[in-house]
């Protein structure tokens, strides 16, 4: 079965209306850093078959029907064009929804033949970078990785709405759930709140009393809760992921759940402060680390991960004790630290001082944690009445 392909004069997303020009314009400046990069590697070409890069050369395109093991388009990305490889039943859709009017052009074969053979096509007698193993080309994934962060202005302005929503999801189900609901129907809610506003549910947690403690990373099951609960979510949108959590109890919580609650919020709030621009991860864990055993927890850090990096990957770099990732102004870090069946989890934006929380408190008990003199505004456990 032949290829269609569309060039320079035939049908492009550019020929639609264009709705953004500011991600047009990052668009561009992407475009140059791919070209650089060709010409620094001897390239003839850059072949993006992830979703994450995928949205982040798109500035927020996605590639797949919502959840990332379905991938339905590639980029194919050479110094005078950007071309998607997709099969005839989406690219109508991507178009239309994803790249309108952002000067791509399409090459597509049709549903039943074999995604592999479209790729080949591209790749023949061109010498091609890819971001994963396939045939004879480049693996340029981790060029690729150190692309994606920082973020842009753009991309932290879309993450910020999105990390607003994400929370409010996660505390109006938290104010609003039914104590005996089972973490089922409470994780239904989160989603059905996380979806109406275009936000993908990549992750759910609902951990009803006490299932962290035996579960660190439990998603949701049929038990019921009946006296206290901590909520989690991750949302992707624009191909950005952002994350968060809040902690109810119907009635006075048991001291256990006060007492570890109170010990996260202290560890999350000393990472938070010591996430700073121009170090490396190490060196923020080893103050987060002190935490843990100055409050006799010394070794819960070792029964879950405590945190990431986070971006159009959910997890760009792992949060680990040995780890010299540095961090900069512009990256966003996920920290959600567990103890017992307490955890406390938000995503906070790197800057030039300090940080920014992406996932405000909007309407929900606060406690503050002093770090060097820095007061921190913590989520306290939000007590409803049984």
Same mark, same amino acid.
């Given at each position: 079965?032949?290829?269609?392909?569309?060039?320079?004069?035939?049908?492009?997303?550019?020929?639609?209306?264009?709705?953004?020009?500011?991600?047009?314009?990052?668009?561009?400046?992407?475009?140059?850093?791919?070209?650089?990069?060709?010409?620094?590697?001897?390239?003839?070409?850059?072949?993006?078959?992830?979703?994450?890069?995928?949205?982040?050369?798109?500035?927020?395109?996605?590639?797949?029907?919502?959840?990332?093991?379905?991938?339905?388009?590639?980029?194919?990305?050479?110094?005078?064009?950007?071309?998607? /490889?997709?099969?005839?039943? !989406?690219?109508?859709? *991507?178009?239309?929804?994803?790249?309108?009017?952002? %000067?791509?052009?399409? $090459? +597509?074969?049709?549903?039943?033949?074999?995604?592999?053979?479209?790729?080949?096509?591209?790749?023949?007698?061109?010498?091609?970078?890819?971001?994963?193993?396939?045939?004879?080309?480049?693996?340029?994934?981790?060029?690729?990785?150190?692309?994606?962060?920082?973020?842009?202005?753009?991309?932290?302005?879309?993450?910020?709405?999105?990390?607003?929503?994400?929370?409010?999801?996660?505390?109006?189900?938290?104010?609003?759930?039914?104590?005996?609901?089972?973490?089922?129907?409470?994780?239904?809610?989160?989603?059905?709140?996380?979806?109406?506003?275009?936000?993908?549910?990549?992750?759910?947690?609902?951990?009803?009393?006490?299932?962290?403690?035996?579960?660190?990373?439990?998603?949701?099951?049929?038990?019921?809760?009946?006296?206290?609960?901590?909520?989690? /979510?991750?949302?992707?949108? !624009?191909?950005?992921? *952002?994350?968060?959590?809040?902690?109810?109890?119907? %009635?006075?919580?048991? $001291? +256990?759940?006060?007492?570890?609650?109170?010990?996260?919020?202290?560890?999350?709030?000393?990472?938070?402060?010591?996430?700073?621009?121009?170090?490396?991860?190490?060196?923020?864990?080893?103050?987060?680390?002190?935490?843990?055993?100055?409050?006799?927890?010394?070794?819960?850090?070792?029964?879950?991960?405590?945190?990431?990096?986070?971006?159009?990957?959910?997890?760009?770099?792992?949060?680990?004790?040995?780890?010299?990732?540095?961090?900069?102004?512009?990256?966003?870090?996920?920290?959600?630290?567990?103890?017992?069946?307490?955890?406390?989890?938000?995503?906070?934006?790197?800057?030039?001082?300090?940080?920014?929380?992406?996932?405000?408190?909007?309407?929900?008990?606060?406690?503050?944690?002093?770090?060097?003199?820095?007061?921190?505004?913590?989520?306290?456990?939000?007590?409803?009445?049984?």
């Amino acid at each position: 079965m032949s290829t269609v392909i569309l060039g320079p004069g035939q049908m492009s997303s550019g020929e639609f209306h264009l709705a953004d020009p500011d991600r047009a314009i990052e668009i561009e400046r992407r475009q140059k850093r791919i070209n650089e990069f060709l010409r620094e590697q001897k390239l003839d070409a850059v072949l993006l078959t992830k979703p994450s890069n995928f949205s982040w050369f798109s500035v927020g395109g996605e590639a797949s029907r919502g959840n990332w093991s379905d991938v339905v388009a590639a980029l194919f990305l050479t110094e005078d064009a950007r071309v998607i /490889a997709t099969r005839n039943t !989406n690219s109508g859709q *991507v178009f239309d929804r994803e790249v309108s009017g952002l %000067g791509f052009q399409l $090459k +597509e074969r049709l549903w039943q033949e074999g995604r592999e053979v479209l790729l080949s096509d591209l790749c023949r007698g061109r010498a091609v970078g890819c971001d994963f193993p396939f045939e004879r080309c480049v693996d340029v994934s981790v060029h690729l990785g150190g692309m994606r962060l920082p973020l842009s202005r753009l991309e932290i302005r879309n993450l910020r709405e999105t990390g607003a929503l994400v929370a409010h999801a996660v505390e109006a189900t938290s104010r609003t759930f039914e104590q005996g609901e089972s973490e089922a129907e409470i994780a239904g809610q989160i989603a059905h709140r996380m979806l109406r506003h275009g936000i993908w549910p990549e992750r759910i947690q609902v951990l009803a009393d006490g299932q962290g403690k035996r579960h660190r990373h439990w998603s949701f099951g049929e038990e019921k809760v009946e006296k206290f609960c901590t909520l989690v /979510a991750v949302g992707r949108r !624009n191909g950005l992921h *952002v994350g968060t959590s809040r902690t109810i109890s119907f %009635g006075t919580p048991p $001291k +256990e759940v006060r007492e570890t609650h109170l010990s996260c919020l202290l560890v999350q709030a000393t990472s938070m402060f010591f996430t700073q621009r121009n170090w490396e991860i190490f060196e923020t864990w080893k103050r987060a680390e002190r935490i843990y055993e100055k409050y006799g927890h010394s070794e819960e850090w070792h029964f879950a991960d405590q945190g990431c990096v986070t971006g159009y990957e959910l997890c760009e770099a792992p949060i680990t004790p040995g780890s010299q990732f540095r961090l900069a102004a512009g990256m966003p870090v996920y920290w959600h630290p567990s103890i017992g069946a307490a955890m406390t989890a938000d995503t906070i934006l790197i800057k030039s001082k300090g940080f920014e929380v992406l996932t405000p408190m909007e309407n929900w008990p606060q406690l503050e944690v002093d770090v060097k003199g820095v007061k921190i505004p913590r989520p306290d456990v939000l007590i409803r009445p049984e």
